[in-house]
């Protein structure tokens, strides 16, 4: 019974029903209340009316009899009406306040004190009060035996009549000339409002009763049972049954909370699902994280630690943290753990220790605090990371660094370190003296386009996709000398930053080497064609020194010489005087020593003026020309006396293969064909004879230098070798393959530039 009643003061349905039956109780009694009041008030109100009506009657009823002064029917009158029930009293008082008629004969000309009750009333003031209204000429008395009574008392005004009948004394000016009182009892109306209000209480405790069966009825139907549902429900969720449903089959409220307890138990269960997952992954993370974590009290007693600390340092149960990680009888000084509890912030620290196996260890360490609810420190957190490994490749990286910067800044060519964007030197070795003539602290943040005689040759830096290597680029020395270098380029990395790696060498030495010997190849050129410039020569001079006689022999004779003869004859010499000056300055042009210069030339007309210095050898030896040259070929870049120059070393070099040829005594076609074609985005010149060709194994060797199939003294094996590096200047490319007719061709393949205008 104990544990019931804290139940089932703390049940809603308790507070349901005693706040409705409190309300209900408490309306109940207002409205019993006010009933009654109004049902007194009426009953007394209906009473007061009665009697004053009967009052009125009784004077009315005596009226006549006053008038006649009939004292005997007074009486009767009284006494007839007083037989009434619940009539107590009826009494007539003169105007001095004498009883003159009553329906108690001792009562009789009882003279009545004017300060008394019933005649308070109206003599409460000088003069009395003539006319009254019913509620103050009414009075409540109680009888001797204890019940109410009720005193009407209404004045006797004075009439015409009254005052002008010859049996009256009463003057005109007399208003009141007394009053009769009516008392009735209220013993059976109280009687009546007793048993009125004893029903109406039953009534009301019926109302009372039965309305509150019907909410308790109503409570236990629509709120107890499903609230014990709802009740149960929350608890099967409690529990962790987060698949549990809650049945109530109403639509209101309460349903509305059971779809709302259900929802909520699948969100819990999901929640808890969730939070159970990451509990585990935090706790596998905790456990497998690669590094070393503890946790530790005030007294730096481990209360927790990972399973690599555990397999690292098998510590024991109460283990200070000193004692697992170092065997330490005392705490580190300085204790990182020690400075947060002190102020509560994070900590980081290196540490040394000794492994289990003897090998030294280093470590990072990081703490930071775990608090309380009421933010208070209670632990510590400690996380190690083991950084053994990385410090000794810290200093093999150190040590690779300074080898590697030893090398870099030793390396006998200039390298230089750019920014990708602006070409700034970033860095660059001390080799660069030796092609620049700066130091290497004079270039730390230049430009690398100050160095160029030309800056815009420096833009072809920046697109390291298409120029990775830059040849023959003309830069320029301290001391103002210029310099051509071959420049490669690289994207690579830079103390973390994107660079262009460069590398410069310098071949001004080497252009001049391979100048010396281009100009020696057509000295030897030359040299070869002596005999049939000799002969190109013979021809005009002949032509001239016929002329020259015919005119001395007329002259002699001293024969004149027909105008038109004389006209043709000069025209001839002056023909042929021409031919031979352009003869000698088309060789002089030719031997000169020339720096390179490419633009864009028309390979046909290089071919023609090869062919016009050579042809006349080739028809000495009875060696014929055939040409097939395309029609619309775009242009090339090119310098045209080194194409030229390459075209007659091709052109030599058939000539000899041919005569070769004929000395083995081998007949056949004496002949070298040139043929120009665009094939895709290329122009390829083939220069073909009937020669005794070149053997397959020495097709890729030709073009070394020094290399000839020649005899010796009939070659020097530089031709090929210098026209080969003139075709690559030219961004060409230069190959030889058998002649199907016989004899070998050399096919010449130059790129269209992109913009062919």
């Given at each position: 019974?104990?544990?019931?009643?804290?139940?089932?003061?703390?049940?809603?349905?308790?507070?349901?029903?005693?706040?409705?039956?409190?309300?209900?109780?408490?309306?109940?009694?207002?409205?019993?209340?006010?009933?009654?009041?109004?049902?007194?008030?009426?009953?007394?109100?209906?009473?007061?009316?009665?009697?004053?009506?009967?009052?009125?009657?009784?004077?009315?009823?005596?009226?006549?009899?006053?008038?006649?002064?009939?004292?005997?029917?007074?009486?009767?009158?009284?006494?007839?009406?007083?037989?009434?029930?619940?009539?107590?009293?009826?009494?007539?008082?003169?105007?001095?306040?004498?009883?003159?008629?009553?329906?108690?004969?001792?009562?009789?000309?009882?003279?009545?004190?004017?300060?008394?009750?019933?005649?308070?009333?109206?003599?409460?003031?000088?003069?009395?009060?003539?006319?009254?209204?019913?509620?103050?000429?009414?009075?409540?008395?109680?009888?001797?035996?204890?019940?109410?009574?009720?005193?009407?008392?209404?004045?006797?005004?004075?009439?015409?009549?009254?005052?002008?009948?010859?049996?009256?004394?009463?003057?005109?000016?007399?208003?009141?000339?007394?009053?009769?009182?009516?008392?009735?009892?209220?013993?059976?109306?109280?009687?009546?409002?007793?048993?009125?209000?004893?029903?109406?209480?039953?009534?009301?405790?019926?109302?009372?009763?039965?309305?509150?069966?019907?909410?308790?009825?109503?409570?236990?139907?629509?709120?107890?049972?499903?609230?014990?549902?709802?009740?149960?429900?929350?608890?099967?969720?409690?529990?962790?049954?987060?698949?549990?449903?809650?049945?109530?089959?109403?639509?209101?409220?309460?349903?509305?909370?059971?779809?709302?307890?259900?929802?909520?138990?699948?969100?819990?269960?999901?929640?808890?699902?969730?939070?159970?997952?990451?509990?585990?992954?935090?706790?596998?993370?905790?456990?497998?994280?690669?590094?070393?974590?503890?946790?530790?009290?005030?007294?730096?007693?481990?209360?927790?630690?990972?399973?690599?600390?555990?397999?690292?340092?098998?510590?024991?149960?109460?283990?200070?943290?000193?004692?697992?990680?170092?065997?330490?009888?005392?705490?580190?000084?300085?204790?990182?753990?020690?400075?947060?509890?002190?102020?509560?912030?994070?900590?980081?620290?290196?540490?040394?220790?000794?492994?289990?196996?003897?090998?030294?260890?280093?470590?990072?360490?990081?703490?930071?605090?775990?608090?309380?609810?009421e933010g208070r420190i209670v632990a510590a957190m400690e996380m190690n990371l083991d950084i053994s490994d990385r410090k000794i490749l810290e200093e093999k990286l150190a040590q690779s660094e300074k080898k590697y910067r030893a090398i870099f800044s030793n390396i006998p060519i200039p390298v230089f370190a750019l920014d990708p964007n602006r070409l700034t030197i970033l860095e660059c070795n001390e080799s660069v003296a030796s092609v620049y003539t700066y130091r290497r602290h004079e270039l730390l943040g230049h430009s690398f386009r100050e160095l160029f005689r030309d800056p815009g040759d420096a833009d072809r830096l920046l697109d390291v996709h298409t120029d990775t290597v830059i040849e023959r680029a003309r830069q320029r020395s301290k001391d103002g000398l210029q310099r051509y270098v071959t420049i490669r380029v690289s994207p690579s990395e830079y103390g973390g930053t994107k660079v262009l790696l460069v590398t410069v060498s310098d071949i001004t030495k080497r252009l001049e080497t391979e100048q010396q010997l281009i100009q020696a190849g057509k000295m030897?050129?030359?040299?070869?064609?002596?005999?049939?410039?000799?002969?190109?020569?013979?021809?005009?001079?002949?032509?001239?020194?016929?002329?020259?006689?015919?005119?001395?022999?007329k002259l002699r004779n001293k024969q004149p010489i027909e105008d038109h003869i004389l006209l043709t004859l000069a025209e001839e010499i002056d023909r042929h005087v021409d031919r031979a000056s352009k003869i000698i300055s088309h060789m002089r042009q030719f031997g000169r020593k020339t720096d390179p210069d490419l633009k864009k030339i028309q390979i046909n007309d290089i071919l023609v003026q090869a062919s016009d210095i050579f042809s006349q050898q080739l028809k000495v030896r009875g060696i014929d020309m055939a040409w097939e040259l395309g029609s619309n070929l775009p242009d090339i870049m090119g310098d045209p006396a080194r194409l030229e120059q390459v075209i007659i070393n091709l052109l030599v070099n058939a000539r000899d293969a041919i005569e070769a040829c004929c000395a083995a005594g081998q007949n056949g076609p004496h002949a070298i064909s040139l043929s120009t074609a665009q094939q895709g985005d290329k122009v390829t010149v083939r220069v073909c004879d009937t020669g005794e060709g070149i053997p397959d194994a020495l097709l890729e060797k030709i073009f070394e230098p020094f290399f000839t199939t020649k005899k010796v003294g009939q070659g020097t094996g530089i031709g090929l070798s210098i026209s080969y590096g003139i075709i690559k200047e030219c961004g060409g490319l230069i190959y030889a393959r058998p002649n199907p007719s016989g004899g070998a061709c050399f096919i010449i393949e130059f790129p269209i530039p992109a913009d062919p205008t």
């Open positions: 019974m104990s544990a019931f009643h804290p139940k089932l003061h703390n049940s809603l349905v308790t507070k349901l029903l005693l706040s409705v039956g409190a309300i209900l109780l408490v309306s109940l009694c207002f409205w019993g209340y006010f009933h009654l009041r109004y049902i007194e008030s009426k009953f007394r109100g209906d009473l007061a009316a009665n009697v004053d009506r009967l009052s009125n009657t009784i004077r009315l009823g005596a009226h006549y009899a006053m008038m006649i002064n009939s004292r005997d029917d007074i009486k009767h009158i009284i006494n007839n009406v007083a037989r009434q029930n619940d009539i107590e009293s009826i009494r007539i008082y003169n105007k001095e306040g004498r009883i003159k008629f009553s329906n108690h004969a001792d009562e009789l000309e009882q003279q009545t004190n004017i300060k008394d009750e019933a005649c308070f009333i109206c003599h409460k003031a000088e003069p009395p009060e003539t006319f009254l209204n019913l509620a103050q000429r009414l009075r409540m008395t109680r009888s001797a035996d204890g019940y109410r009574q009720m005193g009407i008392i209404s004045p006797v005004y004075n009439e015409t009549g009254c005052a002008s009948d010859a049996c009256h004394v009463h003057p005109a000016d007399k208003k009141v000339l007394g009053a009769l009182d009516l008392v009735v009892s209220l013993k059976s109306v109280d009687q009546e409002i007793v048993a009125h209000r004893r029903n109406f209480i039953l009534l009301a405790a019926g109302i009372f009763g039965a309305t509150g069966l019907m909410i308790v009825i109503i409570i236990f139907r629509f709120v107890t049972v499903p609230v014990k549902r709802l009740i149960s429900g929350a608890r099967r969720i409690e529990s962790g049954d987060y698949d549990t449903v809650v049945q109530v089959h109403q639509q209101d409220e309460l349903q509305e909370l059971a779809d709302a307890i259900n929802q909520m138990g699948r969100a819990i269960g999901d929640k808890a699902k969730a939070l159970n997952q990451q509990r585990d992954e935090y706790q596998n993370l905790f456990e497998t994280v690669p590094c070393i974590i503890t946790v530790q009290d005030r007294d730096y007693r481990l209360i927790g630690y990972n399973r690599e600390f555990a397999d690292r340092f098998s510590p024991r149960p109460g283990d200070f943290c000193y004692q697992a990680y170092k065997g330490r009888q005392s705490k580190c000084v300085p204790c990182p753990v020690e400075k947060t509890f002190t102020d509560g912030l994070s900590h980081n620290s290196e540490e040394t220790a000794v492994d289990r196996d003897g090998s030294l260890r280093q470590w990072i360490v990081r703490t930071t605090p775990i608090k309380d609810a030897a050129t030359l040299g070869e064609m002596a005999t049939g410039v000799a002969h190109e020569l013979n021809q005009p001079l002949s032509v001239i020194k016929t002329a020259s006689s015919f005119f001395m022999r």
